[in-house]
């Protein structure tokens, strides 16, 4: 079968197309505003967990964005060769065929997209639940023997619906939303930072976790007792494993921007640029902020955090009693910008396709403000009863070695492309290449290897998931 170019399909949906109305500035943010959502202030805790030693748990954060940064200056080209909507849905189906490009389509809308939404929008209700107790989880709305509603389900859904009404009114709201929570979550992170390297650090704590720094090992709580177990061999890959998986997933979203690319002027410069910026924001921050965490808390109190809350903990330390209200906050404005994001780019994706008559027809239109109104609202649809199913999380961790997948076959696509069409017009060139990204596909081919050896629940199912895109778009082929 033969790839079919978007550009005639889309217009064909609609005359008039999508408005080019984002800057570089509102790029940027939708890069670095998609990246950061609860993560930084949860992950670090299951990170410490898992190699036990201030300097591999710096190395993994520092690793992380590295490599981030590597795949975002690789999609640069893809973007400035492809700068229509639907990002790696179109890089896919353009590298290798329609059917590679509908798998990650079908995951994207099934679990990856609109689970995350629905786990951001579920994190933003708990979070909320510390300012508001009405809306916690263990307020129970509706019960039966099977099912149950909780007050936080019903805000989760809530938050869903308005920032999919506020981006069915048009682009420009859903950026102005994402442009000023952005660059409030980050200033909010950088005095976080500010305030717990010059009120809470210690010099004590500090000096007491980088003992041993260099030494991998696995910490357990068993009965208040502390138990530290030397890694090597398989077990020492395996820890890097789970750790980098949460360190590079805290950093995930960041290629959303190429979704909308249709919209963003200059997108040929404007895509590669805010690629890059956002990623090398998000990746100081980050890094910043773990920095932080060794400075104010002891490694095993970073480990063992309450629910994993690594953020309220150190908050307590800086600020004392008020510091749970500050981090709920920070991470109720971090959440409902990370959100936006998400939702403005996420449909898309479902709209591309139905310009390929892979979705629903009427997904392949837009509204009068120019948008995809109708992928907009699915997309709402099946997020909402994800969080409504309380298996958001579940359904999160089984995709994880789907998307490491997905990003090392759009890597390779580089490489094909640059065989399949040498006089294609390239105005932005991956940087390093061919190097950086082989470092790339060959860090995150042995991180799928890892984690479909050490974490076959997940794994295995997850693939499945992706597999069962196959029927289904034969199935959608003899139908057409």
Not at 301 to 324: C, L, N, P, W, Y
Request: proline content about 2%.
């Amino acid at each position: 079968m033969q790839n079919q170019p978007v550009i005639s399909t889309t217009r064909n949906a609609n005359k008039e197309g999508f408005k080019k109305s984002l800057g570089l500035l509102d790029a940027t943010m939708i890069v670095a505003g998609s990246m950061i959502g609860s993560g930084i202030f949860i992950v670090s805790s299951e990170i410490a967990r898992s190699v036990g030693s201030a300097g591999y748990f710096l190395l993994m954060w520092v690793l992380a964005g590295i490599v981030t940064m590597i795949a975002a200056l690789s999609y640069g080209e893809l973007a400035a060769m492809f700068p229509r909507a639907g990002g790696q849905y179109v890089y896919l189906r353009e590298a290798y065929n329609p059917l590679v490009g509908f798998l990650y389509g079908w995951s994207f809308f099934a679990v990856i997209q609109t689970g995350t939404i629905a786990a951001v929008a579920v994190a933003f209700a708990k979070f909320t639940a510390y300012v508001i107790p009405a809306v916690g989880e263990n307020k129970i709305l509706f019960a039966t023997s099977w099912f149950s509603v909780s007050a936080a389900q019903l805000l989760a859904i809530g938050m869903i619906i308005l920032l999919t009404y506020i981006n069915s009114r048009g682009i420009k709201k859903g950026t102005i939303i994402q442009t000023s929570f952005t660059i409030i979550k980050i200033f909010s992170l950088l005095a976080l930072i500010v305030f717990g390297l010059s009120w809470g650090a210690k010099a004590e704590i500090w000096h007491a976790n980088w003992q041993n720094a260099w030494t991998l090992s696995s910490l357990k709580n068993q009965n208040g007792q502390l138990i530290k177990t030397g890694l090597t061999g398989l077990a020492f890959m395996g820890a890097i494993a789970v750790a980098m998986k949460g360190t590079l997933f805290s950093s995930d979203s960041w290629h959303n921007v190429t979704m909308i690319a249709s919209e963003v002027n200059r997108p040929k410069r404007n895509l590669g640029l805010s690629l890059f910026l956002g990623t090398l924001i998000v990746t100081i921050i980050y890094v910043l902020t773990n920095i932080m965490y060794l400075a104010v808390l002891p490694m095993h109190e970073i480990a063992f955090a309450k629910d994993d809350r690594i953020g309220i903990v150190a908050a307590e330390h800086i600020f004392g009693s008020s510091g749970t209200l500050i981090i709920a906050l920070m991470i109720m404005v971090s959440t409902f910008g990370c959100n936006n994001g998400l939702i403005l780019a996420g449909a898309r994706v479902y709209y591309t396709m139905a310009c390929d008559k892979l979705f629903f027809r009427k997904a392949g239109t837009l509204n009068k403000q120019r948008v995809p109104g109708y992928s907009l609202w699915v997309q709402c649809l099946w997020a909402s009863l994800l969080c409504l199913s309380g298996k958001y999380n579940d359904l999160l961790a089984l995709v994880i070695f789907g998307v490491l997948v997905f990003y090392v076959l759009t890597i390779i696509g580089i490489y094909i492309l640059r065989i399949k069409r040498p006089d294609e017009e390239r105005t932005y060139k991956a940087f390093g290449y061919p190097f950086l990204p082989a470092i790339y596909i060959l860090v995150a081919t042995i991180l799928a290897i890892l984690l479909l050896i050490f974490e076959t629940n997940y794994t295995l199912p997850g693939l499945g998931i992706i597999l069962l895109g196959i029927p289904i778009y034969y199935l959608i082929l003899k139908k057409k």
